[in-house]
């Protein structure tokens, strides 16, 4: 189940490395999902 059917689901960080910066990650995460509700 993704975010993309129907808003329903979750958003999982699969990221390999932990030292990015979590709150630049999160936004990154909220632009790109603000973007495709626009489309």
């Known amino acids: ?3 993309e059917s129907g808003w329903k ?3 999982e960080d699969r990221r390999p490395a932990s030292n990015a ?6 936004a ?3 632009k790109t999902v603000k ?3 626009k489309a």
Do not use: F, S
């Open 1 to 3: 189940m993704t975010v």
């Open 9 to 11: 689901g979750w958003l």
């Open 21 to 26: 910066d979590p709150y630049k990650v999160a």
């Open 28 to 30: 990154i995460i909220v």
């Open 35 to 37: 973007a495709q509700n």
